[in-house]
């Protein structure tokens, strides 16, 4: 299993901004789906925030559109959501996620790669 390395997250109050980044260099250099995950502690459901396609498709969850975006940073090396207008009901778990081909899947099932897993804290 790939794995993927995140970095970023924290803690913040409510109206506050986040960016989380995960290395995943070996994934863009072919066609890809990346995407971000996030979990409630305690939950075993993975819910799928963001994904980006190498076909330039970009997916958001309607939960945080308008607020959260999902780029690769200037190094062409990094995926990099960045998580602005944030609510206490985005506190959870973040995970990136890669898989090869374009096609983005909401079943996090059908990603292979994950990284380590990033704690989000949003106080109100």
């Known amino acids: 299993q790939v794995q993927l390395v995140q970095s970023g997250g924290g803690s913040v109050q409510a109206g506050g901004s986040l960016r989380l980044s995960c290395a995943a260099s070996r994934f863009f250099s072919g066609t890809y789906c990346m995407a971000w995950f996030r979990q409630d502690p305690g939950e075993k459901v993975r819910e799928r925030v963001a994904a980006m396609a190498s076909d330039g498709t970009i997916r958001y969850a309607d939960s945080v559109k308008g607020r959260f975006t999902i780029s690769q940073d200037s190094t062409k090396d990094h995926l990099v959501l960045q998580m602005n207008s944030l609510k206490p009901e985005d506190a959870a778990i973040y995970y990136c996620?890669?898989?090869?081909?374009?096609?983005?899947?909401?079943?996090?099932?059908?990603?292979?790669?994950w990284g380590q897993g990033t704690q989000v804290t949003v106080s109100s």
């Open positions: 996620a890669g898989k090869v081909g374009s096609t983005c899947y909401n079943d996090p099932g059908n990603y292979p790669a």
